[in-house]
């Protein structure tokens, strides 16, 4: 069964600690995305990485770091230094064509909630 | 950067009757223009998608326009179900692996 996962569903953290995301795919895409999602709001890009052992910051990587050490994995962590954390992660994944943008396919979502 | 404007916000439809999602964008170097459906507590799923070399894309009850001329794109559902009721994103793209989203449609169909 091919797929995006990510894990855990719901998470919860105290303020000041440091929590990772977990990201995994199978569809053997080389792209992969995370995005934050706020109510009433439209998703935005935190980091994406085109192939392994690089990535590139999008438009909220402020508080934020990635890792791409695997094609299939690519963990978020979100740092204390996030101001406002509480929000549903989503990660994506595509093919990563050169040319043009293709088709992102996401995972069910994770949603951090800070205490 | 590229920025999507997404109307209405939220939409409610008598069952069998049609939905119009309109998005405009800002960037005329903008190619790609994906529509997403999201339902609650799940993540998006592509549901239709064109890009800028064709002006309309159908597919059983979903269509997408798109004028590039005027930057506006728009999503039709033709006999709106229950099962159509959602949050439903459209994108944009410039073909750099970026998408830019829109705010989203709540889109309500009453039985």
């Known amino acids: 069964d091919g797929g995006i996962t990510q894990s855990p569903k719901y998470l919860f953290r105290k303020e000041g600690q440091n929590v990772t995301l977990s990201c995994e795919q199978n569809l053997n895409h080389d792209a992969m995305y995370w995005y934050r999602q706020d109510p009433g709001q439209g998703l935005r890009l935190i980091y994406y990485s085109q192939i392994v052992n690089d990535f590139q910051k999008g438009d909220i990587a402020e508080g934020y770091s990635v890792s791409r050490e695997k094609k299939e994995s690519f963990p978020l962590t979100v740092t204390s230094a996030q101001k406002n954390p509480t929000a549903f992660y989503l990660c994506a994944s595509s093919r990563g064509l050169a040319r043009y943008t293709d088709t992102q396919y996401f995972g069910p979502g994770t949603r951090l909630t800070v205490l | 950067g590229e920025n999507v404007e997404q109307h209405p916000s939220t939409l409610s439809v008598q069952e069998g009757d049609s939905a119009v999602i309109k998005c405009t964008y800002s960037d005329s170097a903008s190619n790609y223009f994906p529509w997403y459906k999201q339902e609650l507590g799940k993540g998006p799923q592509l549901i239709i998608d064109?890009?800028?070399?064709?002006g309309e894309k159908k597919d059983q009850r979903i269509a997408v326009t798109l004028n590039k001329t005027a930057k506006h794109f728009s999503l039709h559902i033709t006999e709106t179900q229950p099962e159509d009721s959602a949050v439903y994103f459209c994108a944009a793209s410039t073909g750099d692996y970026k998408l830019s989203f829109g705010a989203g449609t709540t889109v309500t169909v009453r039985a």
């Open positions: 064109i890009r800028s070399n064709v």
